[in-house]
């Protein structure tokens, strides 16, 4: 894959990065984009929180007992 990043600052800050680090530019980008990716996936997590934010809550025995009966109704 061929990836054009606009920017020859940007690769030469990558390239600076992986001879520091004794490492292909590949692995660089690589990681890069898995932080972000992971970054992302947290964001929508909290964004996923706040939203709820309000609701109305249980205590956890309180509902492995509700599982419990439901479990046992069937």
Known sequence: M???LGDPN???AIR???IERNQPVRAIVVEALRKWLEEQ???E???A???RRGDETYPWE???AEMRQ???AE
Request: net charge negative; no cysteine.
């Open 70 to 72: 439901a479990q046992d």
């Open 2 to 4: 061929t990836l054009d």
């Open 62 to 64: 309180q509902v492995k």
């Open 49 to 51: 929180i706040r939203a």
């Open 41 to 43: 996936e947290d964001r």
């Open 16 to 18: 600076h990065t992986a």
């Open 10 to 12: 940007l690769y030469k």
């Open 45 to 47: 997590d909290v964004e």
